[in-house]
């Protein structure tokens, strides 16, 4: 699932990585945290297109 962060926070496939807010990245599906929200489907193309998302897997 994609998400973007609100606020600082670590997380990602690995777990380690620290996200800044705006960083769009790639958690487990049905992952929930306070620090970050799904990317809507429209984002979620925008954003690949840009090359913001990031390949984690």
Do not use: C, I, N, S
Request: aromatic share 8%; no cysteine; charged share 35%.
């Amino acid at each position: 699932m994609l998400v973007r962060a609100t606020a600082q926070g670590y997380a990602g496939k690995d777990g380690h990585q620290l996200r800044e807010p705006g960083d769009v990245f790639e958690v487990e599906d049905g992952a929930k945290a306070t620090w970050f929200v799904p990317v809507e489907k429209d984002e979620k193309q925008q954003a690949t297109r840009r090359g913001k998302a990031e390949d984690l897997a």
